[in-house]
Nanobody, 125 residues
Framework: QVRLVESGGGLVQAGASLRLSCTAS????????MAWFRQAPGKEREFVCA????????YYADSVKGRFTISRDNAKNTVYLQLNSLKPEDKAVYYC??????????????????WGQGTQVTVSS
């Protein structure tokens, strides 16, 4: 059974940094494109960033560009999200997601087959 397990969330002050991790099991991780989404209270889940299987391409939402960085270590079956210069509006549950690699660019929620359980990020002002 495929599992994606996130970790690294927490409560920080505005301007601080966090590093989220998502470790996959029961999949050949190197064949999967990975992404991070987030969902704030009362809002829909939204795209944050994504990375292709070989790390050749990354994609970011405008709201996090320049502050967040996605990376991966295929040897460790893990994708990371470095969150810098955090703002109160970054408060959300962060989810990692994965799908078998494909040539076309599709960053929609429906594209991703596998999801983690989420990790909470809270930013105080």
């Amino acid at each position: 059974q495929v599992r994606l397990v996130e970790s690294g969330g927490g409560l920080v002050q505005a301007g601080a940094s966090l590093r989220l991790s998502c470790t996959a099991s029961e999949i050949d991780f190197s064949f999967y494109d990975m992404a991070w989404f987030r969902q704030a209270p009362g809002k829909e889940r939204e795209f944050v960033c994504a990375i292709t299987r070989s790390s050749s391409r990354t994609y970011y939402a405008d709201s996090v560009k320049g502050r967040f960085t996605i990376s991966r270590d295929n040897a460790k079956n893990t994708v990371y999200l470095q969150l810098n210069s955090l703002k109160p509006e970054d408060k959300a549950v962060y989810y990692c997601a994965g799908d078998f690699s494909r040539a076309d660019v599709d960053l929609s929620i429906t594209r991703y087959t596998y999801w983690g359980q989420g990790t909470q990020v809270t930013v105080s002002s």
